[in-house]
Each structure stands twice: as C-alpha cells, then as structure tokens.
C-alpha cells in the first residue's frame, strides 16, 4: 500500500516527525509493506519511542488524507526491529538501505 502518492506523504510525514524532535534521518527507504529508517536521535529517546511517533503520527495522517487506507485493520503491526549501529559504519547501513530503494 506504500506506493505513489501514499509513500511520498508517508516520507514526508516521517521526515517532519523526526525534524519536528530534532532527529537526524540518515536514510530513508519506503517499500510497499514496510519502511527502513535510520536515524539518529538523543540518547534519552528509546527505540520504542522513535517507532512509536513515527508509527502514530503516519498512521493518523495518511489514514486522514487515504479513505482507502481505513479498510486494513491498521496501518503497521506491532512489530519492528531496532538497533543501535555500534560498531558498524554509518555508510554500511546507509548503502544497504539505499540499496532497497530499487527493491
């Protein structure tokens, strides 16, 4: 459901959400069933709240703006995956994220 004008809003949204806490999104992929993100954020904010805002905030919006978006039962599962980048380059996980952009 993430395609077109859904996916451009949905970019948008999260890239305002982020700006709007002052989180530095470093890649952004949006895939028809799932979005990848990677983002630096204030050590005081959690991984939970970080999927939390984004989740509320795209759900409530894109719902508002995509009638066709009320018959699914919700927007996103309860379910993600996060990780800190540690030890890894930022360029690692930028390229693999930009590499699912021609998925």
Request: charged letters at 15%; hydrophobic letters at 50%; glycine letters at 6%.
């Amino acid at each position: 459901m993430l395609t077109g004008p859904i996916a451009a809003d949905c970019e948008h949204i999260i890239r305002a959400v982020c700006a709007a806490r002052g989180w530095q999104v470093l890649q952004l992929a949006i895939q028809p069933d799932h979005v990848h993100l990677f983002v630096r954020v204030h050590p005081t904010d959690s991984a939970a709240a970080v999927v939390n805002a984004v989740k509320g905030r795209t759900s409530h919006d894109l719902r508002a703006s995509y009638p066709v978006l009320l018959k699914l039962p919700s927007l996103w599962t309860g379910s993600y995956f996060a990780s800190i980048a540690g030890n890894i380059a930022a360029a690692t996980i930028q390229n693999y994220i930009a590499a699912q952009k021609g998925r």
